[in-house]
């Protein structure tokens, strides 16, 4: 860098006058086979990127992003999960001395102590050996971990029923109701509104009642003798309420 | 042409030897995979900082469509999902990008870890990862709650429980999260839309900086 008298600017500026030539550093002295990243390397750096672009769109084609339906805070049956990179330390609260009276273990000093110990590893990994097997603690440590994160998130993906998760959360249809109608009060006296709604889009307990395709009569015989979940003898009212209840229900189409 | 216009950006700003730091720098034998295919584990840095670029570019397209208020949100998301064009693929790259980018910095993590890397003079860089990935984690966190689904809601819940569960500050953190101590609901949205939009980026641009600074200053760790 040119110091003291003599320093030329352009104009009035701070920018030295004297040009300094764009030209790439000579790699050919350097030890071994070392290359410029520019552009040398960075060309090679982006056919792997492109590789992995393609991967990447794949997923993004093969699996569309999911969407449930819209958060209903009312809806207590509901079973939360977390996304899969949280799980391990989701799975750590269900046990009994990681939770309850004991949260604080599981949701503090264990995690603050993993986290903690990754945060301060060069402090406390200090020797000059950076082999893995030269250092056995360190190594040790990380393969302890990995095994308890695998092993956490295992469990955690192990408990939960897919079916029932995807059934739960899934973007119900919903139709226009006449309120006013036959059908509607008879399905509000009869009860069937506490398991299936208001909206008959169904519930935690009941499925819904929106597009089943069913015919008025095996509708009729569901009311009557129930189904899976549903006990027999639900529909108390007389025979022609029930055919005014069960063509109300089979015309209801999602809008 | 572009020679010219170079040339003239230069007198009046002398931008070769910004220019030249950056692209002058070695990539030594033992991390480049065209000579040793083990090598591979080098790339994994390199693939969280693509991905990262991923999610920033599709998250700036995701937010011409997302209007984050309750009333909305799900709306939003919904009609981007099945009405705007290329839409579902730009909500899949942002929402696969937030699982790959765990990936691809834990691999690294455990690259460097390994190997070792992290020594002296190393340290400070270590710590500056070490955030970097808490960062992200807060990303995945709080971009969970946006598209105001079941899942968004409930999950939520539990992370804001849990973050109430830390010692001393627990409450303080929960009301800080959620914007009230009992209600997770629309000051949440808001909340952690501004988190996830503004708060969180800027300090992750602000530490990968950092991050990148270091290693150009140390240059990358030698071979085992």
Known sequence: ?????????????????????????????????????????????????SVFLVGYLCLTIAHPSPLERVADPTDTGYLPLPDWYFLFLYQ????????????????????????????????????????????????????????????????????VDWKAKEAQGAIVEEAAIDTNSD????????????????????????????????????????????????PPGMYKGNDEDLVKLSEFISTLEAE | MLNKIYDWVDERLDITPMWRDIADHEVPEHVNPAHHFSAFVYCFGGLTFFVTVIQILSGMFLTMYYVPDIKNAWESVYYLQNEVAFGVIVRGMHHWGASLVIVMMFLHTLRVFFQGAYKKPRELNWVVGVLIFFVMLGLGFTGYLLPWDMKALFATKVGIEIAASTPLIGHELK????????????????????????????ALLGLMGAHFIMIRKQGISGPL
């Not at chain 1, 506490?194 to 009311?223: K, Q």
């Open chain 2, 175 to 202: 009301v800080l999260l959620a914007g009230h101590p009992d209600i997770v609901g629309a000051q949440t949205l808001t909340r952690f839309f501004a988190i996830h939009v503004f708060f969180l980026p800027a």
């Open chain 1, 1 to 49: 860098m040119h110091r003291g008298k003599g320093m030329k600017f352009v104009g009035d500026s701070r920018i030295p006058a004297e040009r300094k030539p764009n030209i790439p550093k000579d790699y050919s002295e350097y030890p071994g086979k070392t290359e410029a990243f520019w552009p040398n390397f960075l060309l090679k750096e982006w056919m792997v990127g």
């Open chain 1, 92 to 159: 750590l609260l269900k046990y009994t001395y990681a939770s309850g009276p004991y949260n604080v273990i599981g949701g503090f000093i264990i995690p603050g102590l993993a986290f903690g110990g990754l945060m301060l590893a060069p402090f406390i990994d200090r020797g000059p050996k950076r082999r893995p097997l030269e250092r056995p603690f360190a190594t040790g440590f990380m393969m302890l971990s990995l095994a308890a994160i695998i092993f956490l998130t295992w469990e955690s993906v192990d408990a």
């Open chain 1, 183 to 230: 059908g509607f009060k008879i399905y509000q006296e009869n009860g069937c509104i506490n398991c299936h709604g208001d909206t008959l889009s169904g519930g935690a307990a009941a499925p819904s009642l929106v597009g089943t395709g069913l015919t008025p009569e095996e509708i009729a015989e569901i009311a009557k003798n129930g189904k899976g979940s549903m």
